[in-house]
């Protein structure tokens, strides 16, 4: 089942004077259950919500619970976005092999997915899309826990798609900062290692 949130609708941008070309890109993350799929989609739409940008975020669950498949879909724009529910995607985050399996179909042509290593076969099925493999889960286990495969990832995400690692450190603040501060800096750390993974060419 899907849940459509937006998070934003920022009036500067939406009915600013003098349009110019539209920046709408699409995110797709996907792994199992327990791997804190929903909560990178929060901490990613956050932190463009952060940036003053227009943001809707999707996350599919119900079914998929834990050793299912789980994913969420963000789109984030500087204007509004055109459609929250999207037949194709520019970026594919994917940290399991089913979760590969099944969205490397919705990658557009000339888009990228970004997988782990750890779990998913550093196969290349189709040639019209860039691939880039990192080992995000043993990064994690490296770092004292699996369970921030989910942040390394974002991290990932941040080198391979020119986000700002700031961008992302302030989603995770808005995200754990209340509620769960001390595990702000594991997972700050967690994001930091994941951006500076070496990216082998797509």
């Not at 797709?28 to 791997?35: D, K, N, S, T």
């Not at 189709?126 to 880039?132: A, C, G, K, L």
């Not at 994690?140 to 986000?163: D, F, R």
Request: proline share 4%; hydrophobic share 40%; net charge positive.
């Amino acid at each position: 089942m899907g849940l459509i949130i937006p998070l934003t609708s920022n009036p500067s941008l939406t009915r600013g004077e003098g349009r110019k070309a539209k920046m709408e890109k699409n995110f797709i993350l996907a792994g199992f259950g327990g791997q804190g799929i929903l909560l990178a989609g929060t901490i990613l739409a956050n932190a463009f919500m952060l940036e003053g940008k227009n943001v809707t975020w999707y996350p599919c669950y119900g079914a998929e619970m834990r050793g299912g498949t789980v994913n969420c879909e963000i789109v984030v724009s500087d204007t509004e976005v055109s459609s929250v529910h999207k037949q194709d995607t520019d970026y594919a985050l994917v940290l399991n092999q089913q979760s590969f399996d099944r969205f490397i179909k919705r990658v557009k042509q000339g888009g990228t997915i970004i997988a782990n290593s750890t779990l998913v076969a550093e196969t290349k099925p189709r040639n019209d899309i860039n691939y880039v493999f990192a080992p995000m889960g043993k990064i994690a286990n490296e770092l004292g826990t699996s369970k921030i495969t989910n942040v390394v990832a974002l991290g990932v995400l941040s080198a391979a798609c020119k986000i700002p690692k700031d961008t992302l450190e302030m989603g995770i603040e808005k995200v754990l900062g209340q509620k769960k501060k001390d595990l702000l800096p594991l997972n700050l750390k967690a994001l930091n290692t994941g951006s500076e993974f070496v990216l082998p060419c797509c």
